[in-house]
Nanobody
Framework: QVQLVESGGGLVQSGGSLRLSCTAS????????MGWFRQAPGKEREFVST????????SYTDSVKGRFTISRDNAKNTVYLQMNSLKPEDSAVYYC??????????????????????WGQGTQVTVSS
C-alpha cells in the first residue's frame, strides 16, 4: 500500500532553518504531484507548497514565498521542504501529500487539500520566539 513518511521536524529558534523530508513507497513517485500542508492547533490544515511530478513547476502560499523551497528527488522517491527564516507562526504539524497526475499531467500543481489522494502522518515543527 501507499506510504508517505515525513521526517526532519523539530524545535528551532526564530530565524532558524529546518529541512523536512517525505519518502514515498507503494506508488510511481514521478507520476505524482506532491504537496506540503500544515496544521496549527485549532486551525484548519492549510496549503504550503506543491511541486509537479516532473519537478518543473512549483507553487507556494504567500506567507512562505522567499523563505521555503520545495524540491524532489524522483530517484529517491523523496520530496523536501527547505524552510529558512522560520517564524513562530510557522509552528504546526507539517504533512506531505501525493496526488496522482500521470505522465500527461506531469507538470500539474495541486493546491487544494481535497484533491490529494494520500497523506503522511505529519511531523511537528515548533519555532520559538
Amino acid at each position: 500500500q501507499v506510504q508517505l513518511v515525513e521526517s526532519g521536524g523539530g524545535l528551532v529558534q526564530s530565524g532558524g532553518s529546518l529541512r523536512l523530508s517525505c519518502t514515498a513507497s507503494g506508488l510511481v513517485f514521478s507520476m505524482n504531484t506532491m504537496g506540503w500542508f500544515r496544521q496549527a492547533p485549532g486551525k484548519e490544515r492549510e496549503f504550503v507548497s506543491t511541486i509537479s511530478g516532473s519537478a518543473s513547476t512549483t507553487s507556494y502560499t504567500d506567507s512562505v514565498k522567499g523563505r521555503f523551497t520545495i524540491s524532489r528527488d524522483n530517484a529517491k522517491n523523496t520530496v523536501y521542504l527547505q524552510m529558512n527564516s522560520l517564524k513562530p507562526e510557522d509552528s504546526a504539524v507539517y504533512y506531505c501529500a501525493a496526488d496522482y497526475a500521470g505522465f500527461i499531467n506531469r507538470n500539474k500543481l495541486t493546491t487544494t487539500r481535497a484533491d490529494y489522494d494520500y497523506w503522511g502522518q505529519g511531523t511537528q515543527v515548533t519555532v520559538s520566539s
